[in-house]
């Protein structure tokens, strides 16, 4: 079964700051990783995916990396705003799958304060 | 181009009650998976919907069933309500051939059983 992991749980830093949020996974046989952002009490907007053929991704301010035979993900974001602040998700869809459902980790909460 | 959309936003209920919430998917998407998130936990897996069956269903009861409808909108229907239902519900979509298997979610329904 295939248990997906984020640590910290929760993160509270300056503007500007960069920071690195983790992801570890235990089933390394997955098809991709998504990372999702959530605002409070709302839905998940996708801000990376990653294939398992690849090693980053990267959009504006966020860089994604995946090391698929150690189990593990890191999203980057460079320069912290407080429009930042938010609950982080990473989510794997595992081989033989066909259909992509998606295994979640609990989530880190960032908060960037001014 | 509309997103994924559920309806309604938010609802109370008794328990014991029965309730039904609505998703329409992104347009082109023909695949849709429902998720139930616990305050503080990532999103659990319920059950997802290709052409009108059910899939693929993840470790919850037969109180929660499912619809596909031919225009590729889908329905949970949630029996017997317990206090422990209490969640916001999710809908993701995505189109089958999509080789990417990027998910979309819409913004969720927010069920509070009393």
């Known amino acids: 079964k295939q248990e997906v992991t984020q640590i910290p749980a929760a993160l509270s830093v300056p503007e500007g700051e960069n920071l690195v949020l983790n992801c570890s996974f235990t089933d390394s046989a997955i098809y991709n990783l998504q990372w999702f952002r959530q605002d409070p009490g709302k839905g998940l907007t996708s801000l990376l995916l990653i294939q398992s053929s690849q090693r980053e991704q990267t959009s504006g301010r966020l860089n994604a990396s995946l090391d698929k035979s150690s189990g593990r993900s890191t999203l980057y974001i460079a320069a912290s705003q407080p429009g930042d602040s938010a609950t982080y998700l990473c989510?794997?869809?595992?081989?033989?799958?066909?259909?992509?459902?998606?295994?979640f980790g609990r989530g880190t909460q960032l908060t960037v304060w001014p | 181009d509309a997103g994924v959309t559920q309806s309604p936003t938010h609802l109370i209920k008794t328990r014991g009650q029965q309730v039904t919430l609505r998703c329409s998917p992104k347009s082109g998407h023909d695949t849709v998976s429902w998720y139930q998130q616990a305050l503080g936990q990532g999103p659990q897996f319920i059950f997802q919907?290709?052409?009108?069956?059910?899939?693929q269903r993840g470790n919850f009861p037969d109180r929660f069933s499912g619809h596909q409808f031919p225009n590729y909108s889908s329905e949970l229907n949630v029996n017997a309500l317990l206090l422990g239902d209490s969640a916001l519900y999710l809908c993701?979509?995505?189109?089958?051939?999509?080789?990417?298997?990027?998910?979309?979610f819409g913004p969720g329904t927010r069920l509070t059983v009393t």
């Open positions: 993701a979509s995505r189109f089958t051939t999509s080789g990417s298997r990027e998910q979309y």
């Open positions: 919907y290709y052409e009108e069956e059910e899939r």
């Open positions: 989510a794997v869809s595992i081989r033989g799958s066909t259909l992509g459902r998606l295994y």
